[in-house]
């Protein structure tokens, strides 16, 4: 999986999917910080590139479409400090291994994962 790192959370976050083997990239390290998120979205798409976020904009539908993108991850957490952050990915990470998320949003907090397929609100 190709990924991007939102720069809202932490680059090290970035390690437990390169352990995967994924191919991770992050808005910090590409220089992207203070982008607007429409660019983001869009670099992502142009990049084939899941996005990894704790920003709730990208949860809208109506802005970014799941079916328009190879996929995005939205965490909605009381807690967003890294040990927090790390415990909800090692579910995610699981996840991945048994669901695609091109085309799809998912909104991921301390319970679960809910999944938005293409074509459902």
């Known amino acids: 999986m190709m990924l991007k790192i939102d720069e809202n ?5 970035g390690e437990l999917f390169r352990k995967r083997g994924d191919d991770v990239a992050s808005v910090y390290d590409q220089g992207l910080r203070g982008h607007e998120d429409s660019e983001i979205a869009a670099i992502c798409r142009s990049e084939g590139r899941v996005l990894l976020t704790l920003d709730l904009d990208f949860s809208d539908i109506r802005h970014y479409p799941p079916a328009d993108y ?6 909605r957490l009381r807690s967003k400090g890294r040990a927090s952050v790390r415990s909800v990915l090692n579910q ?9 998320i091109e085309g799809k949003l998912w909104i991921v907090d301390e319970q679960g994962i809910r999944i938005h397929r293409v074509g459902t609100i």
């Open 9 to 13: 959370l932490h680059p090290e976050i």
């Open 92 to 100: 995610v990470l699981i996840h991945l291994d048994v669901e695609p």
């Open 70 to 75: 190879p996929g995005i991850i939205v965490m």
